[in-house]
């Protein structure tokens, strides 16, 4: 066996920073030439029709496996709720610093992929957008946080009335549910 060294120890990298570097990278790709621009904030969202409601829970299963393989590896859980609904929650420490609101890259990453797949599902809809505080944090933190991550999405294209309300989250992570709609 090796005696360790310095030199060794340097060589190695922490899982945690190579999840960070692989999460953040994927802010990085091209984009798509099928993916059409984001609808104005102003305009109002047009109606479901019949082959949107049919094709809704074909898609979100699509849609979380396409996320899942962005995200293979890292800490970001993504996970089909039920026919309807997909989760995504991303550990806090990945998402913003002690004390503060600001997204880090690593969550806008994952928003900016979201807001992907919510221009290729037009039925989809983000029912919960929730933040946590720090450790030992006040809702009011929490809060901040989760409308940061609601402005996020909106700078992304997506339209108001595809998001919902800003919420304290339930475990140390931010929270996001994408589901179709049932209009």
Do not use: Y
């Amino acid at each position: 066996m090796r005696p360790q060294t310095a030199e060794s120890d340097a060589m190695r990298t922490p899982t945690f920073l190579v999840v960070l570097l692989v999460v953040a990278g994927c802010t990085s790709t091209p984009p798509s030439s099928t993916t059409s621009a984001p609808a104005p904030a102003s305009t109002p969202a047009p109606a479901p029709t019949p082959d949107q409601r049919a094709a809704a829970p074909a898609n979100l299963a699509a849609e979380r496996q396409w996320l899942s393989s962005w995200f293979k590896g890292t800490p970001v859980k993504i996970r089909q709720v039920d026919e309807n609904a997909i989760a995504i929650d991303v550990p806090r420490e990945f998402c913003f610093d002690q004390g503060g609101s600001k997204v880090k890259p690593a969550l806008g990453a994952v928003l900016d992929k979201m807001t992907q797949s919510l221009q290729r599902v037009p039925i989809a809809q983000v029912t919960l957008i929730a933040a946590p505080g720090d450790a030992k944090g006040s809702d009011e933190l929490a809060l901040k946080r989760a409308a940061q991550v609601q402005q996020h999405l909106r700078n992304a294209g997506v339209r108001a009335d595809r998001l919902g309300k800003p919420s304290v989250a339930s475990a140390p992570a931010v929270q996001l549910r994408m589901e179709a709609s049932s209009l």
